[in-house]
């Protein structure tokens, strides 16, 4: 069965750091390109980064140059690195394949940007 597990989410002051992981399990998730998303309060879940199988990145507009995403095939792995963290970062984040994901999510990481 496909799972993913989200951590290292937490409360961090405006232009902190965080690093988030992911573990995926169920698949070979190598031949498929992987994702962070995200879901602010009372809003729907969005699409943040992408990674291909080439090791392509694509972010959407808000978080280039704060964010990176990496992954680790061997692993079966993927990070999101957050800096300069705003308050509007602030929301659950999952990992998932490349939109639109898997039917399958996780239970998130929850990312709290405040001071």
């Known amino acids: 069965q496909v799972q993913f597990v989200e951590s290292g989410g937490g409360l961090v002051q405006p232009g902190g750091s965080l690093r988030l992981s992911c573990a995926a399990s169920?698949?070979?998730?190598?031949?498929?390109?992987m994702a962070w998303y995200r879901q602010p309060p009372g809003k729907q879940r969005v699409l943040v980064a992408t990674i291909t199988t080439s090791g392509e990145r694509k972010y959407i507009d808000t978080v280039k140059g704060r964010f990176t995403i990496s992954r680790d095939n061997a692993k079966n792995t993927v990070n999101l690195q957050m800096n300069s963290l705003k308050p509007e970062d602030t929301a659950v984040y999952y990992c998932n394949t490349g939109w639109p994901g898997t039917g399958y999510w996780g239970q998130g990481t929850q990312v709290t940007v405040s001071s």
């Open positions: 169920g698949r070979d998730f190598s031949a498929y390109a």
